[in-house]
């Protein structure tokens, strides 16, 4: 531990950029200077980080940490004493109004969604069908491949040159952000634009993609859009907003906005709720629960009132389905013991299925980054290619299908006339109907209403069903990871209500479960094999399917599926937030942690400021290094030995710096400077938007000068000493969603910090990488 | 500040008993040693707490709290290092072997339960009935009445004679306990026979109480008994469950067994488990999701099987209704504008109403405390003249209620022939029925699904309605408080369902909804109203009613009712909690706190140990402090100057004083008490069943010897600095379950440690008791 005492610095995962596998000794010496200590620099390259990022390529601009805690300087606790209770009035309602414009927000473009995609899609599919009917089977294809291909482009374009950061799911970004860890330009105005016209496009373009993922990014960004007051690069901005300008109210803000996302994509409040608690959030508090249930409510409220005004067909193809999307209650719920035990079997091979799932999702994903990251061009090329795999896929296998005769008392049309409709004629005479067209050629939501439809037990050939999910299970995987905003929910739940209804007709003569219910639970258990959730799963095909009483089996299925696939993989949201390198914190600490202490992860130099500091120095510190946290130490004659005072963020030296209230004399002007600023002045703007060092310039007279420190010092720093566990120290750092830890001596007679920990220090791949011996107590 | 710097001690809940109003300064001198350091005894007489214990009177005996930290001693450690991988995997199967006995066991009791209830009163109902319609007025009352007053006798008599603390909710004291408060005997095994036992007579003898709140009690001491191996005082032990010894693990498994009974008590799984994580627990981590889930399903399961077998006539009265306990899914949900406006204005008066509730509940508790705390007899009594009062309303009342014509085309017959029904006959002749009668003299179920009923519009008359609302409204707060075990769902369902149905009547000509939804609305606010719950009452009622299209409606309601009822008071088991004196830790950080720093609030005296310690001054020490948790300061030679070596607990000094490993020289023995003890030995009993040290004898020359203790202290301590802000204390405190909290100096050339922090230094009495002035700015 000798090696590892005096060696510390103040790092952050931002500068991991910059840092990574170069020699960056050399500025280091430049800034031994009698303020800012250093003492033997042990610099390790992160060899193992490098390369997790070197995976994913396209990431390589930097990551920055978010701060949740409560930052206390003078400037700060000033403002919370002078606090009228009108300005916390103020505040505590325009949080509520934000929750009600978010719930508005998100609402509203979830049903613009739905409607953009059931028009487009559909006059897709009633061309298709038509020209199908009338035998004209070349200009079918052309017709319904130009358009997928022309979309998938469309989609492909916007996401390649417009936002990048909007291809795939958006969930893995969003529970990182709620994680502490803000990927570049994830929650940008441009990210938003193509998320929701990108997701509409995609799905319009018959991919085998969903759009709830997207939705909950979508909702996110409206969040953090609202939260900001609005986008300053596009000049809309209400100054109003200032106070929810930090790390922690945005964090409420997207948490709820992740929460509206979810229940817009399913018209499913009480599940978006439950899906932002369960999976997206890392730290919640029972206020917010409720702010995001009020939050969903509005968002429940809004679809159900403008589901209502469509109805009456004023919404062109859309107007269907009330509030529940895909409805089997008509089918009654009855089991026995032998249904059960088909039961178990589903969960457990559906278990496996799932975590096979996610492992081929990793797969495909490293292979993608590497024909992404080459350009612009490859990717929309990639689109083409999968768009080309699924028009030949959904419009050449049902060719394979033979014509069924079509069930006598129906009461729908059979073949089916509209775009949608359980029974396609495809190729086939009069009479008859082509099952897997049904599948095939519609849109991913009618062929989920399909596969779920109850009393309709041999609707679906098992050949048929057998081709249908090979295809989408294989489709599914490869189009996760092209440059589309892309869900992963309507693929699982498409595989899986596929593979259910196929176990359904196999246990058909034992069992007397409706083959539609079969296909629910088929659904729940890869829901359960790939993202591992429970109650919010649960819940959420609860309203979507308004089946109470399959509610015992459908949890079940999911626990018994979670339980088998956890013995292979991570949840696939895990897997794609490890993917991307994005440093997420577990809620638990690792077991190899218990035999570390905190002293042994900090690795130097550390920067560290005296209460009164010469500018240069700071400038010089900035300049040199990529830290986002300076310990402050006050030194004699300001106290009788060397302390700590706290902690100063390089956001508020920057401001401070720039108003350049210098004094000649090194005094402390503290009380000047509380005069002349407020907490609002160093709000912090969006990301990738603050103060930047290179935008002040400095006289040489200035540099010599001297600044107080104190009033934006963060006095009440979350410390830990050094000698405690690091287990125990990775949990107060999650727990309390804190930037920097600063670690104290235990010894006296020692300079009063040993060094700051960041949440790259507890990063298996740093502990692992120091202490490579330790890997096999694991 | 500089008063408090040296004010320190280690103080802890449990002491309050013992110290709290007494002079107290005497003892503490004599423990004046060289190595039990006192500085300053600034003991401040605890008035405000006191008082806050005399309002309940019962409760002095000590209150406990729990540590949920993992203590990482050496002993810990060492164990760690040579875990096995079969101990790993046997630890986490017991987990889940547990979770599912806390499911098989809480669903066997709560099935149990419910055929008791349906059993008892239904028998006792349709002899009342009989008598009834044979004319036999006066007969039916002195059996209904007998009835009613024995049963409730015999439920009273259990609770005072046997298990006080099985009076009541009890979802106030799980709910404290999982905050970190063990409340005296709260999960003994007597309180476990009450509760069950207790609640079926109670419920059965016609009070207006539920059995949701027992059920929830129940359950958590199904789970503290299985998880403690069963029950040392009856014999019933397993050996094999020793890992589960500790508050941490024992915290889960309770929250399981709440879980449990909310799903037991109301069939509604999913709602079980957002009851736990909403108002149940304090910590949650989503591997305890997961499990509780699973509980969950199990208590689902085992209850739908029990019901499918009874649904045949083999479980006496017992057998109708499925999982879904008040079915409203029958009625359509269509509701315009008008009926929204209906909605808004039935949760605004329903949240006001909900906070009366409070009010009065609180108001009335006092005063029963001040006549049950003067023994078992008055207890006694006042179970009767309620039992009086609620015979006498629900059997006098219908007499008001003037005979309605039998509706035609009816399903059921009318007047209603069976122990339940909507149509009760009572003293109407053939072809009427009496309104009134069918809403009082049934059990409090049926009320409900009479009030809950839909297309019956005109059933109840609205005087009618306006005389039940009243009665029971009064009824159940009157009834909560007396000494049998009683829920609160039930009556404020029941009231909230009246009010909600007459509201309905009232609207008749603007609104379209149904009286039945309407009811399901009113019950909705009331709850909201009391209980302030959001997404977990919306899911159970959802579960409870299985009426998913009005789910936008119900979580408007409720969050109407909850956001006018915060305006007034807190919520029903937050009052409960307080009003019995538990000290229980608000997520939040109050504003004062923000103004003060830990420093401020430690109190001395504070007793330390040296790393090898005399035996006399630890008996001492032990004999003359109520103190659970040790500082241990390692002193040259065996460090350069006085460090903070860790914390060293009461509990585990005992073990380690019984052992009588003691050494003659004042050496570190350390190694050999490796070898000689396992964690197992300082593995935590039940509560009040430790080590006591009365238990151990000491010759002189013992006391004289030395004991090293370095293998039992914690070494790595939660650490503060003592210029912390008290809230950010407060929140690292509260977020990782602390029971004591290390606050060390901030200067060097001081002692290593300033104080220690317990949870009763964060109540605001405390806190608010020191610094008085500081109250206004709250």
Redesign the interface.
Known sequence: MDQHEDANHADDVENRGELDGKEVEGPWSEILDKNISIRQPLLRTRTNMTSQIAVIGANVCPIESLDY??I?NELF?QD??SRKKVQIFQYVFLKWALALLIGLSTGLVGFFNNIGVENIAGYKLLWTNDLMSDKKYFKAFLVYAGCNIGLGTIAGALCAFIAPAAAGSGIPEVKAYLNGVDAPSILAPSTLFVKIFGSIVGVSAGFVVGKEGPMVHTGACIANLLGQGGSRKYHLTWTWLRYFKNDRDRRDLITCGAAAGVAAAFRA??GG??FA??EAASW????L??RT??T??VV??VL?SLIEYCSSGKCGLFGKG???MYDV?SAEASYSGADILAVLFLGVIGGIFGSIYNYLVDKVLRIYSIINEKGASFKILLVISVSILTTACSFGLPWIAKCTVCPTSLKESCPSTGESGNYKGFQCQSGYYNDLASLFLNTNDDAIRNLFSTSTEHEFKISSLIIFFSAIYCLGIITYGIAIPAGLFIPVILAGATYGRLVGRLFESVSELDTGLFALLGAASFLGGTMRM??SL??IL??LT?D??L??LV??V??IS?TVADCFNKGVYDQIVKLKGLPYME??AE?YM??L?AGDVVSGPLVTFTGAEKVGNIVHALQTTGHNGFPVIDEPPY???P??CGLVLRSHLLVLLKAKYFSRERVLTGRDILKKFSPVDFAKPGSGKGLKLEDITFEDEEMEMYIDLHPITN??P????E???L??AA??FR??GLRHMCV?P????RP?IVGILTRHDFMPEHVLGLYPHIKG?K
């Open positions: 805690e409560i206390e606790k919370w004493r409040p009480v709720v439950l608690l369960e919640w508090r029972s206020a629960l409720w249930f009020f969903t409510a429940a409220l159900r009330g509030l529940i209650s429970t109650v649960c819940v609860l309203e308004n109470l009483l509610l015992p949890m079940l999911l626990l979670k809620a638990h077991a218990r035999q202490v106290s009788e030995a302390e700590l006095a009440s979350y410390t830990v000493v000698t405690m566990s287990a125990k949990i107060l727990q309390l104290v235990k010894s006296q007679g009063p107590h």
